[in-house]
């Protein structure tokens, strides 16, 4: 593809007008639509200079796929995605007023309330999705800011998967992510993607928001795992927003709030104009550093005892003296006979020879409790896969002309049309212990491709939820190694791709021949949902 400037026709459709944004995988273009009046639009495209491989594009339309049918106020949803020249690009709405990036070090508490509440909406969205959705990049430059002022989420459905298949095309000017915004389990060894680290990143783009710097500097949660404090607000912000904050700045994942809960914390601040406290503990009323020295105390004042006469004594009085003297000899007494009974009868500390073999002790009982439960679940486990086979033999010997006529992968436990994974086999790779299978029938007879779509991405098939619509290599598979040789249950008819010919068609292939061709995506055709194991 020519190098992208102003002026340049895109796709044959879109007239570059101005260069608005640039990340690791893209760039992001101001352009008009000069097929719809030449409306502005907004085009993100990926690995503009070399492309991606048929492999990275159809991974790209895959994953698409799981985010197509989200719908949220504070989204920015794509209006139309392609592929152009080997470059997958999303048409966007175009939004004047840029991204919250120009917003840094000079947005106030209210302000900040109203962007925390559609931000965590937002999230609180994509998290409860099944899967879950995690973003993964969450920072300033995503937030853009609409005509009427409200924050819309924009790069969701960029996933790990994308991720690899762009850094692996584009090399080192790819990233996964902004450092200084990354949550400090991604730098641990199993570099954990989860709901709270979008939680983290969204903190550090408040405090970010708030003072105009950073929380961990450059290095982001690298920096937290390290060793370094979580920081204070300046005095000049609440301690309940103070308490907020460094609770989505956490180390620990655990001691983050949820979406949810600052959803339901911002909205509480629109209410009333407070921070209501919420996360680990209870926020100091003024961070020590910022506290200034509170002035000596003066003691409270007492009066001096009034003088006291002299009392006459008789003669036969003790003097008073010594009647002090006896009553001290009395409570001395007392205190040493009570130490003598709770040293003799009271329960003993422990020594610090206890205390170690306590200590040991407990490890051990420890130690005892997790290989019991490792135990259970391996037995569990080894029941599961003993009922699996079991299946597997059952299915195989009711349809032997499915393994019978097929060729196998040597050294392979597995075979083209066996029963396994949720699925019947059509592909094994060389080792023969992974590959794909497609569900056991069809989950749909008569269905649209964008209903096609959405019901594979939705099914709940067999206890496993990955299931997809197939690509037209995956399509063109399960013909050679079911349909055409074996009765694996696969009718003669026209089954739907995930691969798009163009705007309004795509294609599909017939299984009473294998040709394959394109069809009108609002025709209704067959389904049948395929994943990989």
């Not at 991604?186 to 903190?203: M, N, P, R, T, V």
């Not at 020879?353 to 130690?367: C, G």
């Not at 679940?377 to 599961?384: E, L, T, Y």
């Not at 249950?489 to 294998?514: C, K, N, P």
Request: hydrophobic content about 35%; proline content about 6%.
């Amino acid at each position: 593809m020519p190098s992208l400037q102003p002026n340049y026709k895109f796709a044959t459709r879109y007239l570059l007008k101005k260069l608005i944004g640039v990340g690791g995988y893209s760039q992001v273009w101001l352009a008009e639509d000069i097929k719809a009046g030449n409306m502005e639009v907004a085009i993100k495209i990926y690995a503009p200079e070399k492309g991606l491989d048929s492999d990275g594009i159809e991974i790209f339309g895959k994953e698409f796929t799981l985010v197509f049918n989200l719908n949220h106020a504070n989204l920015l949803r794509p209006m139309h995605y392609d592929v152009n020249d080997g470059s997958p690009y999303f048409v966007m709405q175009y939004c004047l007023n840029g991204s919250l990036f120009k917003r840094i070090g000079e947005i106030k508490e209210k302000e900040l309330a109203q962007f925390m509440q559609q931000a965590s909406s937002a999230l609180k969205y994509l998290h409860n999705q099944d899967p879950p959705i995690i973003h993964q990049d969450i920072k300033p430059d995503n937030f853009l800011i609409d005509n009427q002022g409200n924050y819309l989420l924009a790069d969701f459905g960029i996933s790990s998967k994308i991720r690899r298949t762009l850094t692996k095309s584009m090399g080192a000017q790819a990233s996964t992510g902004t450092l200084a915004y990354m949550p400090p389990e991604k730098f641990s060894a199993d570099k954990q993607i989860i709901k709270a680290g979008d939680i983290f990143s969204l903190g550090v783009t408040i405090y970010e928001l708030l003072t105009g710097d950073l929380p961990y500097g450059d290095n982001g949660g690298l920096t937290l795992k390290a060793g370094a404090e979580v920081p204070n607000l300046p005095g000049n912000f609440s301690p309940e927003l103070n308490h907020l904050l460094r609770s989505c700045l956490a180390k620990e994942p655990w001691e983050r709030p949820t979406a949810k809960q600052l959803e339901d914390v911002a909205g509480r601040f629109l209410q009333t104009g407070q921070w209501p406290i919420v996360g680990m503990g209870a926020p100091n009323t003024v961070p020590e550093s910022l506290k200034e020295p509170e002035p000596p105390r003066g003691g409270r004042k007492t009066e001096p005892f009034p003088p006291q006469k002299p009392e006459s004594q008789s003669q036969n009085d003790p003097p008073r003296k010594k009647k002090l003297t006896l009553w001290i000899s009395a409570v001395v007494l007392t205190v040493v006979v009570i130490g003598i009974v709770i040293t003799v009868f009271m329960p003993k500390g422990l020594t610090a020879h206890d205390k170690e073999l306590k200590r040991l002790t407990d490890s051990i009982r420890i130690a005892d409790s997790i290989a019991m439960v490792n135990a259970e679940q391996q037995r569990v486990a080894d029941s599961i896969v003993k009922v699996q086979q079991n299946k597997t033999k059952d299915w195989v010997e009711k349809n032997p002309s499915i393994t019978n006529n097929t060729t196998t992968v040597q050294n392979s436990r597995f075979k083209i049309g066996d029963l396994y994974a949720g699925g019947i086999i059509f592909l094994l790779d060389k080792t023969g212990e992974h590959g794909k299978v497609c569900a056991e029938t069809d989950q749909s007879k008569k269905a649209t491709w964008n209903q096609a779509k959405t019901l594979c991405a939705n099914l709940n098939l067999n206890g496993h939820k990955d299931w997809y619509l197939p690509s037209k290599a995956e399509l063109n598979e399960m013909f050679k190694n079911l349909h055409n040789n074996t009765n694996s249950g696969l009718d003669g008819y026209f089954y739907w791709s995930s691969t798009e010919y163009g705007s309004g068609v795509a294609w599909g292939q017939f299984f009473e021949d294998g040709t394959q061709n394109y069809y009108v995506k609002d025709d209704g055709s067959r389904v049948r949902a395929i994943r990989a194991f």
